[in-house]
């Protein structure tokens, strides 16, 4: 996990490199195998929420599991690997915006799942300062 | 090089990657069973040819696009899938089947008879 060095400068520095250097992968725990991470993903944003596809061609989808928690999606499930062995993988998406856990659909075809999950609405608070 | 001169108008497509899909075989007494991986790849949309004892698959996978949103990572390009498989002299060419579910094209390849292992009676004597 990357470390980030907030030196002097302007403090919301650490904050634009965290959106624009990729944040993806920050946090990432998956099944390596030669191929890399799995599954491979394209993701797709836009201001109402996110869409990811997954390649998962040989995968149970009834093993599969995509699950949300605040700024987590997380895909799990089982595979058969080449050699005939059964591998268990996860891999993890911290994203730069909170998700909504309800209102997620995901659906798999010819290998492919989709998944969309909304944005949480944004909560405006006011915040008040004590005054000393 | 090419004596052909493309008008500048003209857009051209940049042609897709080809790749070997992952693909296992396994052995029963009765066939082999070939697995090649095509995810994103739909049933109608696998060429599979068997020409002499060469068994060929090409297929391009479809990748979404998801209108109205931007792409921020992309890890899955759009490529053609393909590959070729020199069947061995035990294979039964004529009675291969090919099933296609979930990314997945399953090949039954059955052994002829005289290769099937068969158990030998041995008699009383």
Known sequence: MKAYLNTMGNPWRVFDELMNEFPYELLNRAWRSRAGLYPRVNVWENEKGLAVEAEVAGVDPDKLDVAVDANVLTIKGEKEQADGTRGEFQRSFNLPFELESENITAAVKNGMLTVSIPRKAAEKRKITIAKQ | ?125
């Open chain 2, 1 to 125: 090089m090419s004596l052909i001169k493309t008008p500048e108008h003209e857009v051209q497509k940049v042609s897709r990657l080809e790749v070997t899909p992952a693909s296992r075989v396994e052995e029963s007494g009765e066939a082999f069973t070939l697995t090649v991986e095509l995810p994103g790849v739909g049933e109608k949309d696998i060429e599979l040819t068997l020409e002499n004892r060469t068994l060929s698959i090409t297929a391009e996978n479809t990748v979404q696009n998801f209108n109205g949103h931007t792409l921020v990572l992309t890890e899955i390009p759009e490529v053609r899938y393909r590959t070729a498989f020199d069947l061995p002299e035990r294979v039964d060419t004529t009675g291969i089947q090919a099933a296609s579910r979930n990314g997945l094209l399953i090949l039954t390849l059955p052994k002829r008879e005289e290769v099937k292992p068969r158990r030998i009676a041995i008699a009383a004597g």
